[in-house]
Each structure stands twice: as C-alpha cells, then as structure tokens.
C-alpha cells in the first residue's frame, strides 16, 4: 500500500504544482470569448487525469486509516477531504464561471490565488507520506 499512495500523491502534487504555475497563469494570455471554448475542452481533460488519481487517493487514506489508524494516517485524511472540499466549493465554482466567460482579471487572479490551498495541501500530504514510508 505505501507504495500505490506514494504514486498516487505524487501524481497529485506534480499536477498541482503545474497547474498552478503554468495552466492557471496562462489562462490570462486568452481573451474572455477564447477561453470560454478552450476551457471546458480543458476542464473535461484535465478531470480525465485528475478524477481517478483524487478517487484513488481517497481510497487508499481510507483504506489505511481504516486497516491502521495512526495519528498521521488522520491528519492525512483530513487534509485529503479539505483537497475535496476546495476543489468542489472554491475551485469549480471558479472554473464555473470562466466557462461563461467570466474571465475577468479578477476571477482569473482568484483562480489562482486560491489554488495555493490545494497545491501546498496536496505537498503536504505527498511530504507526509514521503517522511512515514
């Protein structure tokens, strides 16, 4: 199991650490009408990779916490659902606008800005794993 979640947390944290400093940041050098085509294109590709790593990420912490609890294992855990929950209630109501074409300055800075949350979450949960295996 460490293994598979070592592999898993690292898919998320390199992922992260791209979008965050190449995907969102280019996002501006598009006009609002542009990025409102190219971005479900994206969004839906984007979930294609990062869809079943988040899924598998989920089971393996649940699986782990559930087959042996240890503080860590938790710790873990609740940084992995704070993942989901910044995703589903701060990230995807963002992209959901840029889908409209709300691709102001200001929406595309907060993209990024409150990406940090998950790009520093998914390092520590990735650095975690990484000290206790």
């Given amino acids: 199991m460490p293994t598979a ?9 390199v992922l992260i650490w791209l979008v965050q400093l190449i995907v969102y940041p280019s996002f501006r050098y598009y006009n609002p009408t542009e990025l409102a085509i190219w971005h479900p ?3 839906n590709l984007i979930t294609l990779i ?8 989920v089971a393996l912490v649940g699986t782990e ?15 992995v659902g704070l993942m989901w929950v910044a995703t589903a209630f701060v990230s995807v109501p963002i992209h959901n606008a840029i889908a409209v074409g709300n691709a102001s300055p200001t929406t595309l ?6 990406n940090w949350l998950r790009t520093i979450g998914w390092t520590i949960i990735f650095l975690m794993g990484v000290i206790r295996h």
């Fill in 5 to 13: 979640r070592i592999t898993i947390d690292f898919g998320l944290v």
């Fill in 41 to 43: 294109k994206y969004s």
């Fill in 50 to 57: 990062v869809g079943p790593l988040m899924l598998a990420q």
């Fill in 65 to 79: 916490l559930w087959q042996r609890f240890t503080w860590p294992t938790l710790l873990s855990a609740i940084l």
């Fill in 109 to 114: 800075a907060r993209l990024v800005d409150t």
